[in-house]
């Protein structure tokens, strides 16, 4: 594993932010959603997600999860993706969305 200095974590601007709206992108290759996150400071920012496996549209409203602010928008699968939803695969290849198990105010920066 490659190691970094801190200043180059501090980089990298994760935030907490909450689901508002879930919709499925009919465009994607793959299965997957367009959500509105809000970020509080940052206001509601769109995202594309491929996490279709584990979660309906109706689980995801109101999570709380953890996005990468700071990477420029691109454009996926006609969805203009202003941040990245962080994650993981579980062990058949599916994302897991990183998410908190108690309130956090949304746009706060994880520490």
Not at 38 to 65: C, F, M, W
Request: some cysteine; glycine content about 8%; charged content about 25%.
């Amino acid at each position: 594993m490659e190691q970094i200095e801190w200043a180059d974590f501090e980089k990298v601007d994760m935030r907490v932010g909450t689901i508002v709206s879930v919709e499925l992108n009919p465009k994607a290759n793959k299965p997957a959603y367009k959500l509105h996150i809000d970020l509080g400071e940052l206001g509601v920012k769109s995202s594309s997600a491929q996490i279709t496996e584990h979660y309906t549209p109706e689980q995801l409203i109101g999570r709380q999860v953890l996005c990468v602010c700071n990477f420029p928008p691109k454009r996926i699968a006609g969805v203009k993706s202003e941040v990245l939803l962080t994650g993981s695969m579980d062990e058949n290849g599916a994302v897991v969305i990183a998410e908190f198990t108690l309130p956090v105010p949304n746009g706060h920066k994880l520490l």
